[in-house]
């Protein structure tokens, strides 16, 4: 599971334990380089497979998987939050996310070679109905 996660030490006193030569290993962390491939499913079928990630520059965060849907109808890509996902198949290799095939289909169109704005994601959370990462 991404985003929060009971599997995850966040007090950096206990990490020091790890420090002397031992190495601390979580089964449920993986390589973003691992995760590409791997297959979306949303609430009724599969959708697209994950072809990259957004990662947020200054804590490291992965804000946005970015999601290929060309074997699915004309190509488009996606994004969707971590935070979206149910639950993720690390034995065959399938993400499923909390989220409709015509909702990630209605999606605003993601192009890579637009800078990531704030505005296009305010009109994304609101297309899937989910408040920003940045309101706390």
Known sequence: ????????????????????????WDPHLRSTREVSGYGIHATDGEIGHVVDFIIDDDTWAIRYLVIDTQNWWPGKKVLVSPLWIERVSWEESQIFVKISRET???????????MLS???????HQHYNHQG????
């Open 118 to 124: 704030r505005e296009y994601e305010i009109r994304l």
């Open 1 to 24: 599971m991404w985003g929060p996660s009971p599997y995850i030490v966040r007090d950096k006193n206990l990490w020091k334990k790890f420090s002397n030569g031992e190495q601390a």
């Open 133 to 136: 990462y940045w309101v706390e």
């Open 104 to 114: 990630i289909k209605e999606s605003p169109e993601y192009i890579e070679e637009d």
